[in-house]
């Protein structure tokens, strides 16, 4: 079946260091990968989504490139800042409206 | 403003007693679905709905039961069957776009206490 690994945490960073959150899929045919943020007591957002083998998602200075030879969906950052504190998903879904299938999350705490 | 509405945020229930989950959307989605938070331990799909009247089961149905009665509303029923349901609770829609996998939208969940 479906299913999303991604590194666990707690991850704690001074402001301004480099990101990475690994992450590693595993589906049949081409899944759509995702990369959502919850900030304590919300929802999810959605971060930035790739759809297709080597698109690059990004957004708020966050990337993520969709890599099919290695089944991998790597958040980073090049700067972080204590606003960026919270907790990474990665999902992935196939075709349509099909449910999310989640990572179990990676928390991210940032340090002034 | 379009978006998708949960209510109530906190929700304190009695053991043996029904509670009845609210979500609404007016983005006009297609499917909704209801996911499960535990701490480490992501989210669980307990049921969704692809098309008003139709609904399948997720990973974690059991003890759940859900309506889908009108496009934008599709109600979570946690029965007194659900033996663990003290959890935060998130509601999503989504509309199909071509051949890729569709984007989610998420309300803001609500948090269940069993006490």
């Known amino acids: 079946g479906n299913s999303v690994t991604q590194m666990e945490g707690p991850v704690t960073l001074s402001e301004e260091a480099f990101l990475t959150i690994n992450c590693t899929y595993t589906?049949?045919?081409?899944?759509?990968l995702f990369w959502y943020v919850q900030y304590p007591g919300e929802g999810l957002q959605l971060l930035l989504k790739?759809?297709?083998?080597?698109d690059k998602g990004s957004n708020k200075g966050f990337e993520a490139t969709y890599r099919k030879e290695t089944t991998s969906f790597h958040l980073e950052k090049g700067s972080v800042q204590v606003s960026d504190s919270a907790v990474y998903f990665c999902?992935?879904?196939?075709?349509?409206?099909?449910?999310?299938?989640f990572g179990k999350g990676t928390r991210l705490s940032v340090i002034a | 403003d379009g978006g998708i509405t949960q209510s109530p945020k906190y929700l304190f229930r009695k053991e043996g007693q029904n509670v009845t989950l609210s979500c609404e959307q007016n983005?006009?989605?297609?499917?909704m679905y209801w996911y499960r938070q535990d701490p480490g331990q992501g989210l669980r799909l307990i049921y969704y709905?692809?098309?008003?009247?139709?609904?399948q089961k997720g990973d974690i149905a059991e003890g759940y039961s859900v309506s889908r009665e009108k496009k934008e509303s599709f109600p979570l029923t946690v029965t007194s069957a659900q033996k663990n349901p003290t959890a935060f609770y998130l509601c999503?829609?989504?509309?199909?776009?071509?051949?890729?996998?569709?984007?989610?939208?998420f309300g803001p969940g609500t948090r269940l206490t069993v006490l």
């Open positions: 983005l006009n989605h297609d499917a």
């Open positions: 709905s692809q098309i008003v009247n139709d609904f």
């Open positions: 589906a049949t045919g081409y899944p759509s």
């Open positions: 999503a829609s989504s509309k199909a776009q071509g051949t890729s996998g569709s984007k989610q939208f």
């Open positions: 999902a992935l879904t196939r075709a349509g409206n099909t449910p999310l299938v």
């Open positions: 790739a759809t297709k083998a080597d």
